[in-house]
């Protein structure tokens, strides 16, 4: 167990909806990050904040946005769903901004159906 | 522009050694580092490589030459729990920790 929590672990949900995933990073840590994996693309860094900002930006679609709220959880929204988002979404903390060892939290499994 | 490349799949027996290689172009490094993931779970850190040479962390080693663009894998001793995805990853220079991942190595071992 890594610490770092996510919710809901499974989620199912249609063409053109939105949905919201949540993270709570491990206690102490400043740094979340979303990632998106698919068995096409493989692991995917998509966003990170450190201390409710954001500090990185990697392949994050303009559907999707993120944010961490002063008591540093963070939550990941994705709207107007495609076939093409199923995907594991993953999110990890660090202790700053910098680290290079992140803990992964479980991930949510995504279905667009 | 960035790319890493890993081979796909790798097998190896039980108690043997086996070398996880990849190869990765990048306008701006900042570490390499190795991560572990069985399937449906989350990845693990293995390893991180900022300079030339090899790092040794118990039954696993990684090295890098940052020259080449070449890094490694080593894993001794394997035992069956070892097989996983290994995934190759390099840090962005820049601003924060912009990683760019491999396709990740599926490792099997066999008794």
């Known amino acids: 167990d890594s610490g770092v929590t996510q919710t809901p672990k499974h989620l199912i949900t249609a063409t053109g909806q939105r949905v919201t995933l949540r993270c709570s990073p491990r206690?102490?840590?400043?740094?979340v990050y979303w990632y998106q994996q698919s068995l096409d693309q493989g692991l995917q860094f998509l966003i990170q904040?450190?201390?409710?900002?954001?500090?990185a930006k990697g392949n994050i679609l303009e559907r999707f946005s993120a944010q961490q709220f002063p008591d540093l959880h963070s939550e990941l929204n994705l709207s107007s769903l495609e076939l093409g988002d199923s995907a594991l979404y993953f999110c990890?903390?660090?202790?700053?901004?910098?680290?290079?060892?992140?803990?992964f939290g479980p991930g949510t499994r995504l279905t667009v159906t | 522009g960035q790319n890493i490349d890993q081979p796909t799949e790798m097998t190896a027996t039980e108690g043997a050694i086996v070398q996880i290689n990849c190869t990765y172009q990048?306008?701006?490094?900042?570490?390499l580092f190795w991560y572990q993931q069985h399937a449906g779970e989350a990845p693990t850190f293995l390893s991180y490589?900022?300079?030339?040479g090899l790092e040794e962390k118990g039954r696993f080693s990684s090295f890098l030459s940052r020259s080449k663009g070449y890094s490694y894998l080593l894993l001794k001793e394997l035992q069956m729990k070892d097989s996983a995805s290994y995934l190759c990853?390099?840090?962005?220079?820049?601003?924060?920790?912009?990683?760019?991942f491999g396709p990740g190595t599926r490792l099997s071992v066999l008794p």
């Open positions: 990890a903390s660090s202790v700053a901004g910098d680290d290079y060892e992140q803990y």
């Open positions: 206690s102490g840590d400043l740094s």
């Open positions: 904040y450190y201390n409710g900002e954001e500090r």
């Open positions: 990048t306008s701006g490094f900042n570490g």
């Open positions: 490589n900022v300079l030339d």
């Open positions: 990853a390099h840090g962005r220079e820049g601003y924060g920790q912009n990683f760019v």
